[in-house]
């Protein structure tokens, strides 16, 4: 019970990491956070018992910069909603496809990556888009990193954390 998890929120009530019962029961006693949510079950001592924290708030705020999202392939096809960028087709089936080919200078980057059918990425080889006549539906983007990308994996454990992390509605609705 003293490794399970809770929620850090910000002064500001953004969600900031996740740390076990131990280090929140330490951050409470030392009064620097405060409980918002008390999870299933005690903390015993030999003679007293404390209620095991879920969520607790910081009492002073943390500047820190905003969590970036990893460059991996899955990452990729969720950005484009798992649809090739040239043909507009939705498949499981995707590959990953440099709008500028890494031969000509092009780069491993959100920038320069979109998901492509089978197809597609074969015509388009190894040129440009301009050069394969083939038009982008969307241009590539570097994604921001929300909350819900951070703790989703928490979420379906710990259902007192979904008002604290915006837009998990929208994102489970959507199929996770």
């Known amino acids: 019970m003293v490794n399970s998890h809770v929620l850090v929120l910000n002064q500001n009530y953004e969600p900031l990491n996740v740390c076990n019962v131990r280090r929140a029961f330490v951050l409470l006693d030392l009064g620097k956070a405060e409980m918002l949510e008390e999870g299933e079950g005690l903390l015993r001592s030999s003679s007293l018992a404390f209620p095991r924290p879920s969520v607790i708030r910081l009492i002073y705020l943390i500047r820190r910069p905003r969590p970036q999202m990893r460059l991996t392939r899955r990452e990729v096809f969720q950005r484009d909603h798992f649809t090739c960028m040239y043909c507009g ?23 320069n990556l979109v998901s492509a059918c089978k197809r597609c990425n074969h015509r388009k080889a190894g040129r440009t888009p301009q050069e394969a006549r083939m038009h982008l539906l969307r241009e590539p983007f570097h994604p921001r990193a929300s909350a819900y990308y951070v703790f989703h994996q928490y979420l379906h454990n710990e259902h007192a954390w979904r008002k604290f992390i915006p837009g ?3 994102q489970t609705a959507a199929g996770d």
């Open 168 to 170: 998990w509605e929208e």
């Open 89 to 111: 087709e939705q498949a499981h089936e995707l590959t990953l496809d440099h709008v500028i080919p890494r031969y000509r200078g092009g780069r491993h980057t959100w920038e």
